[in-house]
């Protein structure tokens, strides 16, 4: 299958500071990327769709402005967390979508603020 | 209800033992995905099908599309094998969008 890496794998911060956290399709372009992220023994929740070369696409409840998500180019995603609090500490794990229907996900970064 | 349901939640086999892990989705899909979640968090992407059966290595997967059922097997299990298992579906009314199961955390022991 296809290959997504994220960076880091893992990071910790102090509290107000920001995270810029990595995905990239290493072997194949992909046009739509995804962001979910993970609580402790729950199942993934998208946060957002990103579109190369255009905006993002939050899900209800997901702050735009804290959650900056850029596309720049066909095979890489940024996901930066500006501010983090805590209560963002999660497991993040992005995804690329090389064609309708498939998606291949990245190892997932954990993120613990202070 | 969810719209995508798995079985069993937890699932504890010893090592040889024959797995098979079910899922069940109540809305129009042109595909199912099948996850695989080691502890460390990292996803693996195990199949995705969209009619009749895949195989890879000792893993097959299973789709009856007119029951809205699918099935993960794994053959020979081994304690390797231990991660959680999750099912995923993008309904035909939001393709764009996939809908997790709640996953079956597989346990096998030596």
């Known amino acids: 299958g296809a290959v997504v890496s994220q960076h880091p794998s893992r990071v910790i911060c102090k509290s107000g500071t920001s995270v810029k956290i990595e995905c990239r399709s290493l072997?194949?372009?992909?046009?739509?990327m995804f962001w979910y992220r993970q609580f402790p023994k729950q199942s993934l929740m998208l946060m957002a769709t990103?579109?190369?070369?255009?905006?993002?696409?939050?899900e209800q409840g997901v702050e735009k402005d804290k959650f900056l998500i850029n596309h720049a180019s066909l095979t890489l995603s940024t996901l930066t967390v500006t501010s983090a609090h805590p209560e963002d500490s999660s497991f993040y794990i992005c995804?690329?979508?090389?064609?309708?229907?498939?998606?291949?996900f990245g190892p997932g970064t954990r993120l613990t603020v202070l | 209800k969810n719209e995508v349901e798995q079985s069993p939640q937890n699932l504890t086999a010893q090592e040889g033992e024959f797995i098979t892990i079910n899922c069940s989705y109540s809305?129009?899909?042109?595909?199912l995905h099948w996850l695989q979640q080691h502890p460390g968090g990292g996803i693996v992407s195990l199949f995705m099908?969209?009619?009749g059966k895949k195989k890879h290595g000792r893993l097959i997967a299973t789709i009856n599309i007119q029951e809205k059922h699918s099935s993960l097997h794994i053959t020979a299990s081994h304690p390797r094998d231990s991660a959680v298992y999750i099912c995923?579906?993008?309904?035909?009314?939001?393709?764009?969008?996939?809908?997790f199961g709640t996953g079956t955390r597989l346990q096998v022991f030596p």
């Open positions: 995804s690329g979508r090389p064609s309708y229907n498939e998606q291949f």
């Open positions: 072997d194949f372009q992909a046009t739509t």
């Open positions: 990103s579109n190369e070369g255009s905006k993002a696409t939050y």
């Open positions: 809305v129009g899909i042109s595909a």
């Open positions: 099908l969209s009619s």
């Open positions: 995923a579906v993008p309904p035909s009314y939001n393709t764009d969008k996939l809908i």
